[in-house]
């Protein structure tokens, strides 16, 4: 199994070697080859030097970026790969997670569809104590809502506050099953999707990456299939914490509103 794996990094190099170190023990459980490429688009501020000696069982390196943002620094990464489509996948991550120590070994005996674009592995928030996946495609009526909650903070601080911090999805139980969308902590692609985008063009700093994938798997009628037994936690926020809410805010309403523009406003 050929995999690609690039992890966006921003001023969380403690966090990147922590994640490294999962990678490292999970593919040290599976009995199977994988060819493991991790390439960290690093959007720093301030940079550190890493010891990529220190992992052996995967090619690592580093493309240094101004901050481009969390999947403009991945397309990048992806968009200058000469043979994107030689990959069996392609995963675009943060660095503030921890694989399971049998994600590779389940990953390479679970069997997937050639329809599949998008396998979501179970992303367990250990800040929200819930798996994080979108079952059903947002309406247009709840989306627009959403552009408008992110236009105004004061808004924003109201519903974090009281409903989204109510919501739980603890579905350790669930089964594989067909979804909209997977959390885009770690965004798990399959070599049909770059059959149809060998580019990645996402003209947005931050936000709604899984909105987009979502989008641009339906429009060609591929699927995203969830996949429980593919375990990751996810600490979160390592970067995104840092930043003020108008400024998240800020951010969430140009991701909301090109998504909407493109993808409902039709």
């Known amino acids: 199994m050929n995999f690609l794996l690039v992890a966006v990094n921003y001023n969380s190099y403690d966090a990147l070697m922590e994640y490294l170190d999962t990678i490292e023990m999970s593919l040290s459980q599976c009995e199977k080859d994988i060819h ?3 390439v960290v688009a690093d959007n720093s501020s301030i940079r550190r030097e890493i010891l990529s000696y220190k992992w052996k069982r995967f090619q690592l390196s ?14 990048y990464v992806i968009n200058n790969e000469p043979h994107i489509e030689c990959y069996d996948y392609v995963a675009i991550s943060n660095v503030d997670l ?5 994600f590779f070994s389940t990953l390479v005996e679970t069997n997937i569809p050639n329809e599949v674009a998008w396998v979501a592995p179970s992303i367990f928030s250990l800040q929200e104590g819930r798996d994080k996946w979108t079952e059903s495609r947002p309406s247009k009526k709840r989306f627009k809502a959403l552009c408008f909650l992110f236009k105004y903070p004061i808004l924003y601080r109201l519903y974090y506050m009281s409903l989204y911090r109510r919501k739980r999805k603890v579905l350790s139980n669930e089964m594989e099953k067909d979804i909209y969308a997977g959390h885009g902590a770690f965004i798990l692609l399959t070599r049909s999707f770059f059959k149809h985008y060998p580019k990645i063009e996402y003209p947005v700093f931050l936000f709604c990456e899984e909105n987009f994938f979502a989008e641009l798997i339906r429009e060609v009628s591929l699927k995203v299939r969830y996949v ?10 390592v970067s995104i914490g840092k930043m003020n809410v108008k400024r998240q805010c800020k951010y969430n309403y140009q991701a909301h509103k090109y998504i909407y523009d493109r993808f409902y406003n039709i």
């Open 228 to 237: 429980p037994s593919l375990k990751i936690w996810d600490s979160e926020h």
């Open 62 to 75: 580093f493309v240094q970026l101004d901050n481009w943002g969390y999947l403009g620094g991945a397309s």
């Open 98 to 102: 921890r694989l399971d120590e049998s």
């Open 36 to 38: 493991l490429k991790v």
